[in-house]
């Protein structure tokens, strides 16, 4: 801290002890811990700018400065009567998106307080995640029936996809370049998909069509339980993370496995993030521990150890985002 | 909820601070025989916590200002009293309260459906995907800290109350006796989780020693050291065992204590064993410690046997510190065998540094060292025979010896100029 925010790591973790820490990355060391009063914590995001942290609890969203040592949060997104599961930001940092056990999708206008530009899209089953296009145009909602929903912002158009016939969604990630889109769900399959942006209408008033999807693959991923999938920042990789205590490494050239992450006391996996570089992985874990993984080696870089209880969420940028 | 304008409250209340301000305990006798007024505390029951169940005579959970029965609770350490439970809440929650003012509360708003399209357009219009290639910054710190050394204690990290919110924490200033005493004049304030174990807190210790970069290094792991409780400057008191590593940090209160190291594990007290163990049993790490370890003023305890002129010897741990040397009986040998051969009137003895005079080592079999000492009862010269293996000897001799020499008193050089004399007189007759 104290540097430029263009050089600023921050890793933040949190899960069932109702709190939320931020680490020294390359050190291992905990710099500071944050209340996270009367709720487990379901999934961390930071802001576009890298100021503020969100953190996505039992009927509410929290914002946490990131530059300071106050162990409160400075706002308090509420009025949403279940959990909420997702949380994540328009690039810009116009808006943020939000799904949850309500049956529903939202986005909330961060500019004013009184959320002017407001959406909701609802479902027939709880969310289970929520995944942005790097379009900024489209919210892919996945849900415990085991459908993604495809919404378009814009138009209000969606479209349905079940891969799988009574399997929850459990995660959903797009690549940055989007050519390609995985989803797994809670058997430890993952279906990834490729992409072909919508074209523009000649008119160019009404915006353009979906993104196309063609199934590409189907992963028998893990045994047990599928918790998160996410394409590392340069393509490469896909990571799928389980019940199975491990977190897979799949080449995005030709979807076989590249390597498991594993260790003796590891537990469920329950989120993963990479470097800017795609070099390290990040994985947060039921044995109170999140962790550090060259992935070059296989090899566990650092631990990061201090949470009381299962850590099921993790918060990471690695320099400018 | 029930607050100031509940009459029932506030009498309970105020009894309860009677009750439990007095230390007399008139007040409780006093009390005890009269009650609150039935119409009110019904009323008041009611206020508070609407139609209850009247049946319930003492509120429970919330209810614990009302419960007669608060004496000090078992993380209460000494004579303190604790404050009132009630004054106690009324600032937490005037602290909550103080909280959740600083924290914006934004509350959803069911979406405006007329929302325009030129707003939909300009907000959620689609971009075009660019792919960037950014550089990592944890990749260039990893590189720049590779040569950092990982320390062997960081599993205790978790452990540190200052990372932890709400769990109840004990803050204790850790005396290192490993470090030189200009360095211990600065003990290290930690920060525990009261439900730590002991060892937990040493291996806290020594991972916040390693990061903060003291010397000198530590090295081996929890076991190799030990929580003393520790004197007003800083010395660690032997005269109480080292704190029991599996028992919880809560347990105690002491504000002050110091870490030493220690050359076994710990071991359980063994039955029918006369050579029992303890973990004061602080000696130098290795003979090329020698040097550092010995050459200072820290303290450190030997094992011996003291030699009596007509019955046996005595087990005995010589302790050596900057200000004095103490003997005393091994504490715990106490099977029947050590019993037998130890006499019962040796009490632990506690030499001044000042009347200490010499230390040689004796050519006798088995080896053994005398520590010269003048008697200030009696008048005269005496000394103290310890038997031990050579190697203990050897520490003994040159951990007396440096500290005598920068703290030797008027004994010393009275005696120096006494043996001088002795030994020039001998050459002349000879």
């Given at each position: ?8 790591v921050i890793l933040?973790?949190?899960?069932y002890?109702h709190?939320?820490k ?5 050190s291992?060391?905990?710099?500071r ?16 700018d890298?100021?503020?942290l969100?953190?996505?609890g ?19 997104y ?8 997702a ?5 810009d ?6 799904g949850g056990?309500d049956c ?12 002017q ?6 479902v027939?089953a709880?969310v289970?995640?929520?995944?942005l296009?790097?379009n900024q145009?489209?919210?892919?909602v996945?849900?415990q ?8 912002l814009?138009?209000d158009h969606?479209?349905?996809l079940i ?17 390609f889109?995985a ?11 490729s ?5 523009k209408?000649?008119?160019g008033?009404?915006g ?14 893990h ?11 340069d ?7 389980s ?42 874990s ?16 650092k ?18 985002p | 909820?029930?607050?100031y304008d ?5 009498l309970?209340h105020?009894?309860?601070s009677?009750?439990?301000?007095d230390d ?26 609407g ?10 959970d ?7 029965s608060l004496?000090?609770?078992n993380?209460?350490?000494g ?6 439970n009630t004054?106690v ?5 005037k ?6 003012a600083m924290?914006s509360t934004?509350?959803?708003?069911e979406p405006?459906?007329?929302i ?15 792919f960037q ?7 260039r710190?990893?590189a ?10 960081i599993?205790y ?19 290192l006796s490993m470090?030189?005493?200009q ?9 525990v989780?009261?439900?730590?174990k ?16 003291r ?6 792991t ?5 929580l003393?409780i520790?004197e ?20 105690f ?11 076994q594990p ?10 029992t163990k ?13 040097g550092t370890?010995?050459?200072s003023?820290?303290?450190?305890s ?12 005595t087990?005995?741990?010589l302790?050596i510190?900057?200000?004095?040397v103490?003997i ?16 019962p009137?040796?009490k632990?003895t ?5 009347v200490i ?18 008697d ?15 190697k203990?000897?050897?520490?003994i ?12 008193g008027?004994?010393?050089?009275e005696y120096?100029h ?9 050459s002349?007759?000879r």
């Open positions: 801290m104290g540097n430029n925010s263009g050089d600023q933040a973790t949190g899960g002890d709190s939320i931020f680490w020294q990355a390359h291992g060391v905990c710099t811990t944050v209340t996270h009063p009367e709720s487990q914590v379901n999934a961390l995001n930071i802001t576009p890298s100021q503020l969100a953190a996505a039992y009927q509410h969203i929290r914002m946490y400065e990131i530059n300071s040592s106050n162990p409160n949060p400075i706002v308090n509420e009025g949403i009567s279940r959990n909420v599961t949380v994540g930001f328009h690039e940092g116009h808006w943020m998106y939000t056990e529903s999708a939202r986005v909330w206008d961060l500019r004013t307080r009184n959320l530009c407001s959406r909701i899209f609802q027939t709880p289970n995640c929520v995944c296009h790097p145009g489209e919210l892919l996945g849900d029936s085991g459908v993604i929903h495809i919404w378009d814009r138009t969606n479209e349905q891969p799988e016939q009574d399997a929850s969604i459990q995660d959903i990630s797009i690549d940055s370049s989007a050519n889109m989803a797994i769900n809670n058997k430890g399959n993952c279906y990834v998909w992409l072909t942006p919508g074209t209408l000649p008119d008033e009404e353009s069509t979906p993104t196309q999807l063609r199934p590409k693959s189907r992963l028998l991923a045994k047990r339980y599928g918790l998160k999938c996410k394409f590392s920042p393509a490469k990789y896909l990571a799928t993370t019940a199975d205590q491990t977190a897979k490494l799949w080449k995005t050239s030709d979807f076989t496995l590249h390597s498991t992450l594993q260790t003796e006391n590891q537990r469920w996996v329950w989120d993963i993030a990479f470097s800017a570089d795609s070099q390290y992985a990040i994985t947060a039921s044995d109170n521990t999140a962790r550090l993984w060259s992935i070059e080696t296989s090899e566990i870089a631990e990061y150890i201090g949470h009381q209880k299962a850590v099921t969420s993790l918060a990471f940028q690695d320099g400018t | 909820m029930a607050f509940n009459k029932y409250w506030i309970s105020v009894r309860n009677f009750l439990y301000s007399t305990g008139m007040c409780e006798m006093i009390l005890q025989n009269t009650d609150i007024p039935k119409n009110i505390r019904e009323e008041g029951k009611k206020l508070w916590f139609n209850l169940d009247d049946s319930e005579e003492e509120f429970d919330d209810g614990r200002i009302h419960t007669r004496g000090n609770g993380d209460d350490f004579t303190r009293r604790r404050r009132l004054v809440r009324l600032e937490k929650m602290k909550e309260q103080q909280a959740a924290i934004i509350r959803w708003k405006d459906l007329t325009l399209d030129e707003e939909k357009t300009k907000w959620f219009a689609k971009k075009e995907v660019v290639n950014s550089k990592s910054v944890l990749a710190l990893m720049e800290h590779a040569s950092d050394p990982d320390s062997p204690f599993e990290a978790k452990f540190d109350g200052n990372s932890q919110l709400r769990a109840p924490i004990r803050t204790i200033r850790i005396f470090q030189t005493t360095e211990r004049n600065f003990p290290m304030t930690v920060s989780i009261a439900s730590a002991v060892s937990e807190l040493i291996g806290l210790v020594c991972y916040k020693y390693s990061q903060e970069k010397e000198p290094p530590l090295s081996g929890v076991d190799n050291y030990a003393f520790a007003d400057d800083g010395s660690p008191d032997a005269d109480f065992p080292c704190l029991e590593p599996k028992e919880v940090v809560g347990k209160g002491f504000t002050s204590l110091a870490l030493v190291r220690s050359t710990p071991k359980e007290v063994k039955k029918d064993n006369e050579t303890t973990t004061d049993q602080v000696i130098a790490d290795k003979p090329d410690d020698r370890v010995l050459e003023t820290d303290y450190h030997f094992k011996g046997f003291l030699l009596h002129k007509v019955r046996p010897k087990e005995i741990t302790g510190s900057w200000d004095q103490e005393k009986p091994c504490p715990t040998s106490r099977s029947v065998t050590t019993l037998l051969w130890s006499r009137n040796l632990p506690r030499l001044p540094i000042e005079v010499d230390c040689v080592p004796l050519q006798t079999v088995p080896a053994s060292v005398a520590i010269m000492y003048y200030t009862d009696k008048r005269k010269w005496r000394r103290l025979r310890i038997e031990c293996d050579i203990t000897i050897e520490q001799v040159a951990k007396l010896k440096f500290i005598l020499e920068i703290r030797g008027l004994y010393r050089q120096l006494h043996m001088s004399y002795v030994s020039k007189k001998a002349l007759i």
